[in-house]
Nanobody, 115 residues
C-alpha cells in the first residue's frame, strides 16, 4: 500500500504562484508514473499533469506554459510548480501514483485563487 501526502496549497491572488509537493511512501516511487489532478466544486476530477519514471511530461491544455511537474526520486517526491494562477485554477489538487495495476491517490490540498 502506497501513501501519498500533498502539501503546499493555500490562498493566492491571481497572477501569483504556488508549489505543491507530494511525498510518497514505500519503494516503488522511482518506477511509477506520478500525476496531479484537480477537482473544482461541482465539477468532475480532471487531469492536470503527469510525469513518467523516465521524466516524460504531459499537461492539460489549460495549464500548459503555466504549470511545471517535476520529480525527485531520491526524495520520493513529485512537485507541481504553478505560476500565473487564475481564479479558474481554484480546486482541490490530488496527487496520483500509477504503476502497472496499482493506483493510489492522496487526500488532496486546497488551492484558492482570488481575483
Amino acid at each position: 500500500q502506497v501513501q501519498l501526502v500533498e502539501s503546499g496549497g493555500g490562498l493566492v491572488q491571481a497572477g501569483g504562484s504556488l508549489r505543491l509537493v507530494c511525498l510518497a511512501s514505500g519503494n516503488i516511487f522511482s518506477t511509477s508514473t506520478m500525476g496531479w489532478y484537480r477537482q473544482a466544486p461541482g465539477k468532475q476530477r480532471e487531469f492536470v499533469a503527469t510525469i513518467t519514471d523516465g521524466g516524460n511530461t504531459n499537461y492539460a491544455d489549460s495549464v500548459k506554459g503555466r504549470f511545471t511537474i517535476s520529480r525527485d526520486n531520491a526524495k520520493n517526491t513529485v512537485y507541481l510548480q504553478m505560476s500565473s494562477l487564475k481564479p479558474e485554477d481554484t480546486a482541490v489538487y490530488y496527487c496520483h501514483l500509477m504503476r502497472v495495476t496499482l493506483r493510489s491517490w492522496g487526500q488532496g490540498t486546497q488551492v484558492t485563487v482570488s481575483s
